[in-house]
């Protein structure tokens, strides 16, 4: 399984879900220097987010049975274009743009799925179904772990530092 923008929290999240459920878990990040952290999540690999970025073939060499991205735009072209058959990619960001310079190729030769996350519409059985099982599956020290407490009032200088790609793992707002 893949995980785009890995050192932040949808990514955090997500290395240390998919390793959990035993899943073999290669981390896409910008920032090497988290390396040890992401592997500490359970990533098995950690790749530079370079090989992934710029525009791509529009097929790919099969490498991901699946993948969570939370990048989009070329990254999410490469990623689906590299994608194994029949594999799934859950597009959940848009850090790297909201466009989608892709074919249809991996989807009619592939059968590959690119499934959308919502959480805004998301009716509340299956909200409640999501929680459950985060509430199973994912380990709590690891949560913990990834986890930086700020307060509302450190919130403008927290926010360029994240729009830079800077704060690692989820930030939690105290109010």
Same mark, same amino acid.
């Given at each position: 399984?893949?995980?785009?923008?890995?050192?932040?929290?949808?990514?955090?999240?997500?290395?240390?879900?998919?390793?959990?459920?035993?899943?073999?878990?290669?981390?896409?990040?910008?920032?090497?220097?988290?390396?040890?952290?992401?592997?500490?999540?359970?990533?098995?690999?950690?790749?530079?987010?370079?090989?992934?970025?710029?525009?791509?073939?529009?097929?790919?060499?099969?490498?991901?049975?699946?993948?969570?991205?939370?990048?989009?735009?070329?990254?999410?072209?490469?990623?689906?274009?590299?994608?194994?058959?029949?594999?799934?990619?859950?597009?959940?960001? =848009?850090?790297?743009?909201? *466009? %989608?310079?892709?074919?249809? @190729?991996?989807?009619?030769? &592939? /059968?590959? #799925?690119?499934? $959308?996350?919502?959480?805004?519409?998301?009716?509340?059985?299956?909200?409640?179904?999501?929680?459950?099982?985060?509430?199973?599956?994912?380990?709590?020290?690891?949560?913990?772990?990834?986890?930086?407490?700020?307060? =509302?009032?450190?919130?403008? *200088? %927290?926010?360029?530092?994240? @729009?830079?790609?800077?704060? &690692? /793992?989820? #930030?939690?707002? $105290?109010?």
């Amino acid at each position: 399984m893949l995980v785009t923008g890995a050192a932040g929290g949808v990514g955090s999240v997500a290395v240390s879900l998919l390793s959990g459920l035993g899943y073999e878990v290669t981390a896409s990040t910008g920032r090497r220097s988290e390396d040890g952290y992401l592997r500490d999540l359970g990533a098995s690999e950690v790749i530079d987010r370079v090989e992934l970025s710029e525009p791509g073939r529009p097929f790919g060499e099969e490498r991901w049975a699946g993948a969570v991205d939370a990048v989009g735009s070329h990254t999410l072209a490469n990623v689906i274009a590299t994608t194994r058959y029949g594999g799934t990619v859950a597009a959940c960001g =848009l850090a790297q743009g909201p *466009d %989608l310079p892709a074919t249809v @190729l991996p989807f009619i030769l &592939r /059968g590959v #799925t690119l499934a $959308g996350v919502d959480s805004v519409h998301c009716p509340l059985p299956r909200r409640v179904a999501a929680w459950d099982r985060l509430a199973s599956d994912l380990d709590l020290d690891a949560l913990d772990s990834m986890t930086t407490r700020a307060d =509302l009032g450190d919130v403008l *200088d %927290l926010a360029p530092r994240q @729009l830079a790609g800077e704060v &690692r /793992g989820r #930030t939690v707002i $105290g109010i």
